[in-house]
């Protein structure tokens, strides 16, 4: 599968809620091939499937950046089952939002349950970074964006870099050129 486009903030189909994924078939696969090469072409940790215009309920995190052991997983009809209420705040990007760097409060630890690629049903618990990457593509398959997480006057603070995206002068991955991997980047889902 070719590499898909992400769309960028401003997009009103990043405010959409997704469906369920009713059967995992060759299109779903074939989706998630495409998702897991753009994840990778942009430099992302994370990409949703409405970020690349398909209203699933599904995303995938790359490990393989956190983890020596970690492997790209894919989230499908994924559910949050319990947060411990502990929050933290740190830096966070979004595919969506190129050069958009800011702090979000997420819970520490959570417990999630979700389907793998293969049909099985999986509960796991996830703390500190992998608790906040998960949570920040979760919100994605309910429209709500990272932003949406921060105080109005934080929120005001970003309008230049939000106009930028908003009148295209900004773009987020257009699914043809490999991102230039930036010096002290902050991870983006």
């Known amino acids: 599968m070719a590499l898909l486009k992400v769309i960028p903030y401003g997009n009103p189909h990043l405010r959409k809620q997704s469906s ?5 078939d060759d299109q779903i696969r074939q989706l998630v091939e495409g998702m897991i090469q ?12 409405p970020q690349v215009d398909v209203q699933k309920m599904l995303f ?17 009809n994924p559910r949050v089952l319990e ?15 190129p050069e958009v760097v800011i702090d979000i409060a997420r819970s520490e630890r959570i417990r999630v349950a979700y389907r793998t690629l293969d049909g099985r049903e999986v509960e796991e618990e996830l703390t500190d970074y992998p608790a906040r990457v998960f949570q920040h593509e979760y919100d994605h398959l309910f429209g709500i964006l990272f932003i ?13 870099k939000l106009q930028a995206i908003l009148d295209g002068r900004v773009q987020p991955f257009d699914g043809k050129q490999p991102v230039e991997a930036k010096s002290e980047q902050t991870a983006q889902a």
Do not use: H, N
Request: hydrophobic share 40%; with cysteine.
């Open 20 to 24: 369920p994924v009713v059967e995992i």
């Open 38 to 49: 753009t994840m990778r072409a942009a430099k992302g940790v994370g990409l949703s499937a």
């Open 60 to 76: 995938v995190i790359d490990w393989t950046l956190l983890e020596e052991e970690g492997e790209v997983q894919v989230y499908i």
């Open 83 to 97: 947060s411990d209420g502990r929050t933290t705040s740190l830096q966070e990007g979004c595919l969506s939002f």
């Open 148 to 160: 949406d997480r921060i105080s109005s006057e934080a929120r005001a603070k970003l309008k230049g």
